[in-house]
């Protein structure tokens, strides 16, 4: 299935896609984020292209962050929307929403945003420190709520029980496919997860079915979940 040519199945067809990570801002010059390179999404966007689909990509910013490159000829169908926070992330699909048939939430969201943002820059001290988290926006979350009969793929990185938590955050997010990857925990390296060319995991879907994707790049992934969702 990894090699089968691209055909035009997504033609005519518009496709919301976020990507990347968000950030929270400390202070005027500081930042938290996470891993996220963009590059599932870049892929999976890239295909879509491929296929015929118009794609609206909402990208979190980040140094380094991986952008779409439309194949030739498919420019035009490409709109790139950047941002920053999960919220920022959340009001740009949702604006986007109304045009789609479907939804693939690539982006690692950050779980929490700083609570107060010091306008400035924040001072050395030399006393110990505390930052108040609150939680930011659920993306995925904001646009299943305003949904009319779009389809929602979603992404789960895990660690532990990767099928386990991916059938349960299927069911509860209601999406209508997911797909789940073991993400190596910090300092163990792998060939799966956040800043490496190469996945591999399993979709699942909200019939019960599952498939599993042997290890390829990240490229082999997104052509094989799109041949079979589209
Ligand atoms: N997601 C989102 N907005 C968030 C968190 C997650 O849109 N604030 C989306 C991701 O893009 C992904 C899916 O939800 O498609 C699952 O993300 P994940 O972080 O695995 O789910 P959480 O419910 O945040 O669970 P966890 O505690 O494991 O982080
Ligand atoms: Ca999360």
Known sequence: AALMPASADLA?????????????????????TNHSTGRMGAAMAEEALRRGAVVDYVLGLDKGVVRPVAPRGAEERLHLVEVRTAEEM???????????????????????????????????????????????????????????????LGFAAETDEVEAHGRGKLEAKKLDYLFANQVARLGAGGATGFAVKTNAGVLLSARGDRHELALGSKQDIARQIWNLIA
């Open 90 to 152: 959340a009001a740009a699909a949702l604006e986007k929403l109304p045009l789609a048939q479907g939804v693939v939430a690539t982006a690692a969201v950050m779980d929490y945003a700083v609570a107060a943002p010091v306008a400035g820059k924040l001072k050395r001290s030399t006393e110990a420190a505390t930052l108040d988290l609150v939680p930011s926006a659920d993306v995925l979350a904001t646009l299943r709520d305003a949904a009319t009969d779009q389809w929602f």
């Open 12 to 32: 005519g067809r518009r496709i919301l896609i976020t990507a990347g990570p968000t950030t929270t801002p400390i202070d005027a010059v500081r930042y938290i």
